[in-house]
């Protein structure tokens, strides 16, 4: 199986390190518009670096790792590449608002595609992957994805009609989790704590609280209210956050996420 990039920035590059993983370094191959960077991920990882075209003549899969406003020309440079292709290449596009659809239209062909919204915990292997499917792609090519790239995290099945949406909750919300870190660390060196030390108690936390949930299946809301004593200090901290409308400003900012994603789908 031959897994190749086009575009290795942060999100490709994480996928990438999680493809070297799955099916070793001599089977990925990267293009990357800054040769230097190309270079040096290259040393690092000891995946491929080589032009666009040769990727795509050599790959079994092939991730679009560009930005939206940047898909149409990339695409547009590669048609002929891609016509000139023989055999199936199953197309992997990271690009967020983009229909499957639209990812065919650009690259002139009628593709397989999967298309996949990742964030940026699989750099630690601890990703959460979005993915739909089109153009016919078949269950052994899919399971193949799927085998090449568990290495990156976990993976959630949506339609695409869903997809938007799922990834203003994972593919934005490390952002939004960062704040949230951010800010309970504050709270901890107003009350007295060293910098690193709040960090260190607000990091592992939130962690645990995911990692719990997760493995019991545990809605949110009753995990909260078994660490609410009446009268006590959670409650407390509790109220606070409700009279700020805690609630409502993170559904806000998942809302306003999910506007701006279709926004540059357009």
Do not use: W
């Amino acid at each position: 199986m031959k897994i190749g990039f086009i575009g290795c920035g942060n999100m490709g590059g994480a996928l990438a390190r999680a493809a070297v993983k799955g099916v070793s370094a001599k089977n990925v191959a990267i293009a990357e518009k800054d040769e230097a960077r190309a270079r040096a991920f290259a040393d690092e990882t000891g995946v491929t670096a080589t032009t666009a075209e040769e990727v795509i003549a050599s790959s079994d899969y092939l991730f679009l790792g560009v930005k939206p406003q940047l898909l149409g020309q990339v695409l547009d440079g590669l048609k002929d590449a891609l016509a000139k292709r023989t055999g199936r290449l199953v197309l992997v596009s990271m690009v967020a608002g983009v229909t499957t659809e639209k990812v065919q239209a650009l690259a002139g062909g009628d593709y397989p595609v999967i298309r996949i919204m990742p964030n940026l915990p699989v750099s630690a292997g601890e990703g959460m992957i979005l993915y739909c499917t089109a153009g016919g792609v078949t269950e052994e090519e899919l399971n193949g994805f799927l085998s090449a790239m568990e290495e990156a995290g976990r993976f959630c099945r949506l339609e695409e009609k869903l997809m938007d949406a799922g990834t203003a909750v994972s593919g934005c919300g490390p952002a939004f989790v960062c704040l949230m870190i951010e800010a309970l660390a504050d709270g901890g060196v107003q009350v007295g704590l060293p910098r690193d030390k709040a960090l260190l108690l607000a990091e592992q936390t939130l962690l645990g609280a995911a990692k719990l949930l997760l493995k019991t299946g545990t809605q949110p809301g009753v995990l909260k209210d078994a660490v609410c004593s009446p009268g006590g200090s959670t409650i407390a901290g509790v109220h606070a956050l409700e009279e700020g409308a805690f609630r409502g400003v993170v559904s806000d900012a998942v809302l306003a996420a999910y506007k701006r994603t279709v926004e540059l789908g357009k």
